[in-house]
């Protein structure tokens, strides 16, 4: 067994014990502070059966606050830890997990180990060059950097937590296969705030939800604690370091649309308390931002539930049709320019075709069907039949990419990776999808250290900031796998950062 593998799996066992028991006076108390509405069950899903810590164990001080509840802020709570700090996490929201909770595709990370164990060759140099291309040439070359150089060295962290990433698959804009997700193949999200939430309560990390900072403290231009809403009252908590790990802005459309009108009436994959307040925070002591305006549409989203659909389904072998049954873009391209091939549609919509043995690589499609997402049929003229696309079309479309895959040549659109398994395994399922507002990639400026930037490019005293919240890593385009290699990466980062400062 794999080191401290047994601590996710005690956390688990000691969750549900303390859900089904009532167990102390704080589990009672968790479990009606950290209820969520039901939306709010949705968007973190896997991550609502958590007990948290009591209100009324708030200390006035702490060496280093952690502003957010995420990969990030969970990542950088348990380096601070690690490293000497006393440390403590606000979360706004009613259960920890953010964004995180609802990652799929897996973490991109070049030179690991599992790629080694695996025949697979792969270069930083080589993940530097695609992520640099993806971002349209765009990204902080510094910061894109310490993200590559530092990401073998992120798998092997979280390994040693019992946090396994080795069922390694492909995204758009790759030539490598390098997104690391958990051994069976299901959605990297979840199994990742679980391990990370188990770590956090072995090293006695307080974790207070329904913890809204409102605003940071500082003194002679150094930020030195917070002021958080908690349990109907507003407190000051001083600290040495404060990192802020609130996410993006990706469900705050007041704020979206005045960036790029241009994504008015966009469905969006965020958890609702993806809304900025971390950038104001950080703006009101003089941060810097940067690529604001760069806001990534994803191109597989179910538009009623604005569920996303992974881009592994393609990265495993799918295919995209249009209305009349034909594929019409390389289904791995970048995903500004799959979301841009959908657009050009009428109507705007595509339908993800895959078989009966990709099912099988990809576990988080049986949540879709539990969602009732998908379209199941046995044959593919009955699939046609069930989404209304001519059969005679669609059956000669399936003939011609198995045809491909066999040949190892995309004739049609060039696609090169994803091509492992044809698709002849009935039955044969459908998810109609469509491009949705996902990522936010402009954000705080940072440096490699994780500080937080004025425009002059100095940095403030204490503070520091990791994941979706910053701007700079992922230029005018991320590449799918980059957000939990960015959270992980750069949350531990901030952890030994902070803590530093605060020794």
Not at 197 to 216: G, H, M, Q, W
Not at 412 to 439: C, E, N, Q, W
């Amino acid at each position: 067994m794999k080191k401290k593998h047994w601590l996710v799996l005690l956390a688990s066992l000691l969750t549900v014990f303390l859900v089904a028991c009532g167990g102390t006076k704080t589990a009672k108390e968790t479990e009606k502070s950290s209820t969520p509405p039901s939306s709010s069950e949705e968007v973190v899903s896997g991550a609502s059966e958590k007990t948290y810590t009591d209100p009324k164990e708030l200390k006035e001080k702490y060496d280093v606050i952690i502003v957010g509840s995420g990969g990030a802020g969970m990542a950088a709570a348990i380096s601070a830890k690690d490293a000497g700090a006393n440390v403590v996490i606000f979360e706004k929201m009613p259960v920890i997990g953010g964004n995180t909770s609802k990652s799929s595709a897996g973490m991109n990370a070049s030179e690991t180990k599992f790629q080694k164990a695996q025949g697979i060759q792969d270069s930083n140099d080589l993940f530097y060059e695609e992520t640099l291309k993806g971002g349209k040439g765009t990204n902080n070359p510094e910061l894109l950097r310490y993200f590559v150089d530092n990401s073998a060295s992120a798998i092997e962290w979280l390994d040693g937590m019992g946090i396994t990433l080795d069922n390694i698959t492909t995204t758009g804009g790759m030539s490598v296969t390098r997104t690391h997700r958990p051994t069976d193949g299901s959605a990297v999200g979840r199994y990742l705030v679980d391990g990370l939430y188990a770590n956090v309560t072995e090293r006695k990390i307080p974790t207070f939800v329904n913890a809204d900072v409102t605003s940071l403290l500082d003194k002679d231009g150094a930020v030195t604690g917070v002021k958080v809403k908690i349990d109907g009252k507003t407190k000051k908590v001083m600290a040495k370091s404060v990192v802020v790990t609130t996410g993006g802005f990706g469900a705050n459309m007041e704020m979206v649309t005045k960036l790029n009108p241009a994504l008015e009436g966009y469905v969006t994959t965020n958890q609702e308390g993806s809304t900025g307040d971390g950038i104001a925070l950080a703006e009101k002591e003089g941060a810097a931002t940067v690529d604001m305006d760069q806001i990534q549409i994803h191109p597989s989203v179910e538009q009623k539930t604005s569920y996303l659909i992974t881009e592994a389904v393609r990265g495993e072998g799918a295919i995209l049709i249009n209305q009349e049954g034909k594929r019409f873009v390389n289904e791995l391209e970048t995903r500004d320019n799959v979301s841009a091939a959908i657009n050009k549609l009428e109507p705007n919509y595509a339908y993800v075709i895959f078989d009966d043995a990709l099912r099988g690589r990809v576990k988080a499609i049986n949540q879709y069907k539990e969602k009732g997402l998908v379209v199941e049929a046995a044959t593919i003229e009955d699939l046609a039949k069930e989404l209304k696309v001519d059969a005679a079309t669609l059956k000669e479309t399936m003939t011609a990419w198995n045809k491909s895959v066999a040949e190892k040549s995309d004739a049609a659109f060039g696609r090169t990776t994803g091509m492992d398994h044809d698709l002849s395994a009935a039955p044969f399922y459908a998810i109609k999808v469509a491009p949705g507002i996902h990522h936010t990639m402009g954000g705080l400026k940072i440096n490699t250290n994780a500080e937080v930037l004025k425009e002059d490019g100095s940095a403030i005293p204490g503070l520091y900031a990791a994941g979706e919240v910053t701007g700079g890593i992922h230029g005018k385009n991320r590449i799918g796998g980059n957000a939990v290699a960015d959270i992980i990466i750069f949350g531990r980062q901030a952890g030994n950062q902070s803590a530093a400062h605060a020794k």
